[in-house]
């Protein structure tokens, strides 16, 4: 058949998009400044498409429409590197990159200053790209250094990875290397996405990449958020490079490639040493996983001359972060009864160093998560513990089970009471049908009762409670205020003093407000935030308790399920006669009229209607206060992030809430914004 040339105008608009399209990838990747949303982006895709469809013989294979579209392979086929892969030596300690410091000093024979490029250590796959005259040409696994595999195919789906080169000076043939990784906020929102499809989600983000790297058709791949960082050049011919490695990574910045943003120059191992200090400081709020930071020696003259030593070159070494995910193995099971009944199963754990911690159990939560790992007792599992976030056992080695491992049980009586346990229907937990006769559920519901958001009873903690109740002092919180001084005083580790303090605390935590009133009396899925809407909406217990079902739905946030909790809580004889008790022995708040009179103007203050959440640690206040400030001026502060919050406050220690709000693109503001926000309100 004979083709027709494509017209003139046809070639000319062609070049256009191309040109616009990799101009707008340049910008978004390598330099960090998005210029056009997304969906104008699409558009100009899709147009360039429909003319390259009209117009086949316009197609070239570094046109953007070619990234996705190969047929599925059968297998990667393995190909020799023509210059080694290396790998990095480590450092655990100051000492070590001291060491590693007068180490080339003394190789060189020079007690000079050595000037560092220090690069953060992307937890991801290392690769590597061969450009031919500007042009991809090919993109291999580093594999074991010496030979990888072709992953080509997977490698040109990724945006962030230039299939021509820009600029004009440039080498005949060029390998770029650098790390292919998941960015945070795209892992959660793919495995948020599995989770729903109910398929198996990626243990972290460099499994996530990993995987997606291997997949035979490069299709999936492609609908995978996947990212290149450049970090180095391997084989280079036709161009001279730089003499610095920090100037290498900038042109290859100018060439198309994203490097990072976070790399340094260092004039000291002294000053390594405070780099690695202040990224580990933030290594919860960089939008990818680091294991640690690479130091390399940034002359190219030095680096010569220092060579390798086996596998790694001598000029560079990687200053690892404590690991966050390690391998133990789970000894044992034990049943925690929580306020509400229910037994929570906690791993007992061989002791193991993770992120920074020994950890020696950790939560279950319940049966599903159990069956969802599919762990027994005497499993290897591996134990995540991501900067301030609770530890969890992420995944078990199944093929390190020994014969003699046995299932995790749930017992069909409370450990603590002997009362039945049962799994209430429709629910993933398994509840103690004790109640309040169960002495756990009473030690449980009397701490949270004292806790600090709820009563604040200073100097009442766990183990006094645990003596209180285990002596039958104390049964439930109205007999807290009929302690004597002589009861205390008798108790483990209290004295005459501590006794009267607390005796103090009790008298003071008398005036109260009503939320906390409201929070300490323990409903199910009675939060903080619930339990001050509660008040906000019914100014008093009295209207409160008597509020039915249809009245409780009306309040912001109760749907039917808790409104039915606060119901069945009111409706139980034994928690009214706790309530007035407690009123009778003097405990008050001031009063406060109900939402509708007191929040006439509501809808006038400038955060209504607004929701938000705060995450991660402050340094001007604490976040209950930046809470209520943000309350007075009308917004919502709510506990989790959902498709519902308009913005996040996230100070340093931010962690899972951060990483959801990127994933569904919320506005997250820094407490120096937060700031910013309170006063241009304040009077
Ligand atoms: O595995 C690596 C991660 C990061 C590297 C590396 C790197 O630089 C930021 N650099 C080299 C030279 C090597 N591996 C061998």
């Not at 040339?5 to 070049?15: E, L």
């Not at 440039?170 to 959660?188: C, D, H, K, Q, T």
């Not at 084989?235 to 900038?250: M, N, R, Y």
């Not at 002495?439 to 209180?468: C, T, W, Y």
Request: charged content about 25%; some cysteine.
């Amino acid at each position: 058949m004979i083709q027709q040339a494509p017209p003139a105008a046809a070639r000319q608009r062609a070049f256009e998009l191309r040109h616009d399209i990799d101009e707008h990838n340049y910008r978004y990747y390598a330099l960090d400044e998005p210029s056009i949303p997304d969906a104008e982006y699409d558009r100009l895709l899709n147009e360039l498409r429909d003319i390259e469809q009209q117009h086949p013989s316009l197609i070239d294979s570094s046109s953007p429409t070619q990234r996705v579209g190969a047929a599925p392979l059968d297998a990667f086929n393995s190909v020799p590197h023509e210059k080694r892969m290396l790998s990095l030596d480590n450092a655990f300690s100051d000492d070590d990159l001291t060491a590693f410091d007068q180490r080339l000093k003394d190789r060189l024979k020079s007690d000079e200053t050595i000037e560092y490029a220090c690069e953060p250590k992307l937890d991801g796959i290392a690769i590597s790209i061969l450009y031919e005259n500007g042009q991809f040409v090919r993109a291999l696994t580093r594999g074991d250094g010496s030979t990888g595999e072709d992953i080509s195919q997977n490698v040109r789906t990724i945006k962030s990875v230039p299939l021509k080169l820009r600029g004009e000076n440039l080498p005949e043939r060029l390998e770029v290397r650098g790390e292919i990784y998941m960015p945070s906020a795209g892992f959660a929102k793919l495995n948020q996405s599995a989770a729903a499809k109910g398929e198996k989600v990626f243990v972290n983000p460099r499994n996530a990449a990993a995987g997606s790297l291997r997949q035979l058709d490069s299709r999936i791949t492609a609908s995978r958020p996947l990212e290149l960082c450049a970090y180095s050049v391997g084989i280079h011919q036709g161009l001279a490079l730089p003499s610095k490695h920090t100037d290498i990574l900038h042109l290859l910045n100018r060439w198309g490639f994203k490097i990072n943003p976070n790399m340094a120059v260092a004039q000291s191992i002294n000053d390594c040493i405070a780099y690695h200090q202040q990224l580990g400081e933030k290594r919860d709020e960089l939008p990818y996983d680091i294991d640690g930071v690479v130091f390399k020696v940034n002359s190219i003259d030095l680096q010569e001359t220092l060579g390798f030593v086996s596998r790694a070159p001598r000029w560079a070494i990687a200053y690892k972060f404590p690991a966050q995910e390690e391998m133990t193995q789970l000894q044992d099971v034990e049943f925690q009864v929580g306020r509400t009944g229910t037994l929570t199963p906690v791993a007992r754990l061989k002791p193991v160093f993770v992120g920074g911690v020994t950890v020696s159990n950790v939560t279950l939560h319940n049966k599903d998560e159990i069956d969802r790992l599919g762990v027994q007792i005497g499993d290897t599992v591996i134990v995540r513990r991501a900067g301030d976030v609770i530890p969890q056992i992420v995944s078990v080695i199944k093929e390190r089970r020994p014969d003699d491992t046995r299932e995790i049980e749930f017992p069909a009586t409370c450990p603590v009471c002997g009362s039945p346990a049962v799994r209430v229907p429709g629910e993933a937990a398994i509840r103690c049908e004790g109640g309040l006769i169960c002495p756990a559920q009473r030690k449980e519901a009397i701490i949270h009762f004292a806790s600090r958001k709820a009563m604040n009873i200073d100097g009442l903690g766990d183990k006094i409670v645990d003596q209180l109740v285990d002596k039958s002092l104390v049964k439930n919180v109205v007999d807290l205020f009929s302690l004597l001084q002589q009861d205390i005083a008798g108790l483990d580790r209290m004295g005459e003093k501590s006794a009267a303090n607390l005796l103090n605390a009790l008298e003071a935590a008398k005036q109260t407000t009503l939320p906390r009133f409201i929070y300490s009396l323990g409903i199910r899925e009675v939060g903080e935030a619930t339990a001050r809407n509660l008040a906000a909406h019914f100014g008093s217990i009295q209207a409160l308790s008597n509020a039915d079902e249809d009245a409780l739905l009306a309040v912001d946030d109760i749907g039917p399920i808790v409104a039915r909790f606060i119901r069945d809580f009111f409706t139980e004889q034994n928690n009214l006669d706790i309530i007035a008790s407690l009123q009778g022995l003097g405990i008050t708040w001031p009063e406060s009229e109900p939402q509708n009179a007191a929040l006439e103007n509501a809808a006038e203050l400038p955060l209504a209607g607004q929701t938000c959440v705060l995450t991660g640690s402050l340094e001007a206040m604490t976040r209950d206060e930046a809470g209520e400030r943000l309350r007075t001026l009308g917004a919502k502060v709510s506990g989790s992030v959902s498709k519902k919050t308009d913005f996040i406050v996230a100070g340093p220690g931010a962690g899972s809430k951060r990483t959801k709000a990127e994933s569904l693109s919320i506005e997250i503001l820094s407490e120096e914004q937060l700031l910013e926000l309170l006063n241009q309100y304040s009077t």
